[in-house]
C-alpha cells in the first residue's frame, strides 16, 4: 500500500516531471563541458560561439528568461485551474495537475536554466579565455526548443479549457478505468449482437458526427448493390460500438473500412457541414445572458437574437434536402436524417423565449423577430411562426403576472428596447397583432 500511495502521489502531482527535468539539464551540461574539455575547447569555433563575454551574456540571458517562462506557464495553470473549478467542477483539479505537457512545458524551462547556470561557471576569462562551446550550441537549441513548446502549450491549454476536452478527458480516463475493472467477457451482447448479420456498421470509437461524406458514401453503397441509412444525425453523439451505419440489402460487396471512414467523429460539434450548430451557439449565448446569474445581460441576448433572425430570415424561402441520396441512375443510396423549416424555428426560439420571458427587451424583439419572418415565409411555414407567438405571449403573461408591464413587453422592437418604446401604437393588446 505505501507503494501504491508513492506512485499515485507522484503521478497527480506538479512537481515529479519538473525535477526529473532539472536533473537531466545537470546532466546534459555537465556532459557537454566534459566534451569541451576532451576538446580542448577547441571542437566549436569561436566565430559561432563568441568570446567570454558573449558566452556570460548567452548564458546569463537564457537563465533569466527560462525564470521568466516558468513563472509563466505555473501562473498560466493555476489560473486554469481556478476557471475550471469555478467552470465546471471543484474535482478538476487533479486532472489540470496530472496533464503532462504543463508539466513537460515547466520542466524544460528549467532544465535550461539549469544548463545555462551550470555551463556558466565554465567560461574562463584568463589569458585568451575559454568558451565551452558545445555547451553554448546546446543552449541555443534548448532555446529554439522552448519557443516551440512554448507556443505549443498555449495551444494546449486553449484546447484543454474547452468544455467537450474536459468531458473527453475525464470520460476517456473512466473508460480505461472501466475496461480494465470490468474485462469483457467475450459474450457478444447488445448492440454487437445486432452485428452479427452484417446489417450494421459499429461506430469504431465515440465521437460526435460532424462531417458526412455523402458522395463517397454514395459510391461505396453503389459497387457493392445496397443501400445504406445513417443512425445518428448530423451532430449527434455516437458510443463506441454503437450502430452507426444500417445496410440495407445485401452487406456482402460492402467496403465496411471505407464506409466508417467516410465519417467523421470529432470531440464536439462544428461548423464544416452543421448548420444547426451555429444556431445552436447563438442560443446559448442568449441563454447564458438572462439566466439566473451576478449579471443580468439582455443587450447581449437581443444582439443573439438578431443573428438568429437573420439566419431563418435566409432559411424562409429556401428548400430543405429530405436526406436521400442516389447514385448516378436515381438508385437511392445514402438516407440520413435532416433539419426542417419547423426545426430550425424550435431550436432558435424555445430556450430564448423560455428563459427570457419576464425581460421586455427580450420578448419585444422576439415578436419582432417572429412578425417580420412571417412576410417571407410561405403559408406553410407560417404555422410553426404563429405557433411561436402564442407561446411568447403566453409565457411572457405567466412571468409578469398581472402587471400593467405585459402590454410593454409584448410591444414590436427591433431593437428590444428602443425607439419604438416611445410609439403610443406599441401599447397595445398582443392580439391586435
Given amino acids: 500500500m505505501k507503494l501504491f500511495r508513492l506512485l499515485s502521489h507522484i503521478r497527480s502531482s506538479l512537481w515529479f516531471v519538473p525535477v526529473v527535468c532539472v536533473l537531466a539539464g545537470i ?12 576538446y580542448d575547447y577547441d571542437l566549436v569555433p569561436e566565430s559561432l560561439t563568441g568570446g567570454p563575454d558573449a558566452a556570460v551574456a548567452v548564458f546569463s540571458t537564457v537563465a533569466a528568461s527560462m525564470v521568466s517562462l516558468a513563472a509563466l506557464v505555473l501562473t498560466v495553470t493555476m489560473v486554469v485551474v481556478q476557471l475550471a473549478m469555478q467552470q465546471f467542477s471543484p474535482r478538476i483539479v487533479q486532472t489540470f495537475l496530472q496533464d503532462k505537457p504543463s508539466q513537460f512545458a515547466i520542466g524544460l524551462f528549467v532544465a535550461t536554466f539549469t544548463h545555462a547556470m551550470v555551463a556558466l561557471r565554465e567560461v574562463r576569462f584568463e589569458a585568451d579565455g575559454t568558451v565551452p562551446g558545445v555547451a553554448v550550441l546546446v543552449a541555443y537549441l534548448l532555446v529554439v ?7 505549443a502549450y498555449v495551444h494546449h491549454i486553449g484546447q484543454s479549457l474547452r468544455v467537450a476536452s474536459l468531458i473527453e478527458l475525464v470520460g476517456n480516463r473512466t473508460r480505461a478505468l472501466l475496461d480494465e475493472a470490468y474485462p469483457e467477457s467475450g459474450e457478444a451482447g447488445g448492440d454487437r449482437a445486432a452485428d452479427d448479420d452484417g446489417r450494421f456498421l459499429l461506430a469504431p470509437k465515440s465521437g460526435v458526427v460532424s462531417n458526412i461524406g455523402h458522395d463517397r458514401l454514395v459510391e461505396v453503397a453503389r459497387a457493392a448493390g445496397c443501400s445504406l441509412r445513417l443512425i445518428p444525425a448530423l451532430g449527434e453523439f455516437v458510443a463506441a460500438g454503437a450502430p452507426l451505419l444500417e445496410v440495407e440489402g445485401d452487406p456482402t460487396d460492402l467496403d465496411k473500412r471505407r464506409a466508417v471512414s467516410s465519417l467523421v467523429l470529432s470531440l464536439e460539434r462544428t461548423l464544416d457541414q452543421d448548420v444547426a450548430y451555429g444556431l445552436r451557439m447563438l442560443v446559448d449565448m442568449a441563454e ?5 446569474s451576478p449579471f443580468l445581460d439582455p443587450t447581449t441576448a437581443v444582439q443573439a437574437i438578431d443573428r438568429l433572425y437573420d439566419c431563418l430570415r435566409q432559411l424562409a424561402g429556401r428548400s430543405f434536402p429530405d436526406g436521400v441520396h442516389r447514385d448516378a441512375d436515381g438508385e437511392v443510396r445514402l438516407t440520413v436524417s435532416s433539419m426542417d423549416w419547423d426545426a430550425y424555428v424550435h431550436l432558435a426560439f424555445d430556450e430564448i423565449r423560455m428563459a427570457g420571458a419576464a425581460s421586455p427587451q427580450i420578448s419585444r424583439r422576439l415578436r419582432a423577430s417572429l412578425l417580420d419572418l412571417k412576410t417571407v415565409a410561405s403559408l406553410e411555414r407560417q404555422v410553426v411562426l404563429d405557433e411561436q407567438l402564442r407561446l411568447l405571449e403566453a409565457s411572457t403573461s405567466a412571468a409578469l403576472g398581472d ?3 405585459v402590454a410593454l413587453a409584448m410591444g414590436t422592437d427591433r431593437q428590444g428596447l428602443g425607439v419604438a418604446v416611445g410609439s403610443s401604437s406599441e401599447l397595445v393588446s398582443p392580439t391586435d397583432g
Fill in 27 to 38: 546532466v546534459i551540461s555537465i556532459g557537454t563541458i566534459a566534451i569541451d574539455r576532451h
Fill in 288 to 292: 447564458r445572458a438572462v439566466s439566473d
Fill in 145 to 151: 526548443l522552448c519557443i516551440m513548446v512554448l507556443v
Fill in 403 to 405: 402587471s400593467p408591464d
